[in-house]
Nanobody, 113 residues
């Protein structure tokens, strides 16, 4: 299983970024929960959002991102997404996708004036 994140970059407060997670070399993608985590400089890694298999209609968000971030998945492409709206400087972190305990290398998001 390979997991690769993309879509990070530099943003200003209030901007919107969408991160992508591509999972390859697996046939069970539709059946498995996908999670997004982040780790800010000097902080512990934290769970940001997760999405269950689509027929369970279940997502979860950390309080710090609730109402601003949206997690989704496209099982036809083995991909998951994290749309991050109204970005804040505190959202600065490396964001990681976790699929069945397989992790990508992360994508860096920096929110700054």
């Amino acid at each position: 299983v390979r997991v690769v994140e993309s879509g990070g970059g530099l943003a200003q407060p209030g901007d919107t970024l969408t991160l992508s997670c591509t999972v390859s070399e697996t046939i069970i993608f539709p059946d498995v929960q996908v999670r997004w985590h982040r780790q800010a400089p000097g902080n512990r890694r934290e769970l940001v959002a997760l999405i269950n298999r689509l027929d369970e209609h279940f997502t979860w968000y950390a309080d710090s991102v609730k109402g601003r971030f949206t997690i989704s998945r496209d099982d036809t492409k083995n991909m998951a997404f994290l749309r991050m709206a109204n970005l804040k400087p505190d959202d600065t972190a490396v964001y990681y996708c976790d699929f069945d305990d397989h992790w990508g290398p992360g994508t860096r998001v920096t929110v700054s004036e």
